[in-house]
């Protein structure tokens, strides 16, 4: 995962693997001692909302776990906390889905229209 993150553009956010590696080491060393993060860029508003966004992405399945598990929200208040220039459009995005929960039933309604073999 570290890796598809280190060359994959999200947003137009750019990172060096070195920027990825230093991500990783710090929730992989939270995660170790059994504390949560705690956002430095996110509110806890939008780091709620990153959670349902990413996790809808990329869901967890029979065979691996989700975008949320692999420690996506984590990275990116990581990375867009130390890019100023990318904090308005990432805080202007989250912005318009003001209700976690709203997001979600929205975005599962599409992905049960959008499934094979539907009829929407």
Do not use: C, N
Not at 72 to 79: G, L, N
Request: aromatic content about 6%; proline content about 6%.
């Amino acid at each position: 995962m570290v890796q598809l993150l280190a060359i994959a553009p999200l947003a137009g956010i750019e990172w060096t693997p070195a920027d990825v590696e230093r991500a990783a080491r710090a929730v992989a060393s939270l995660r170790a001692r059994g504390q949560a993060y705690q956002p430095k860029f996110f509110t806890a508003h939008e780091y709620q909302t990153v959670r349902v966004l990413v996790d809808l992405i990329i869901p967890k399945d029979e065979r691996s776990g989700g975008a949320t598990d692999a420690g996506v929200p984590e990275f990116m208040d990581f990375i867009v906390g130390d890019q100023a220039s990318r904090q308005t459009a990432m805080r202007a995005g989250l912005a318009r889905h003001r209700v976690p929960g709203a997001v979600r039933e929205e975005l599962r309604g599409w992905r049960r229209r959008s499934a094979p073999g539907s009829a929407g």
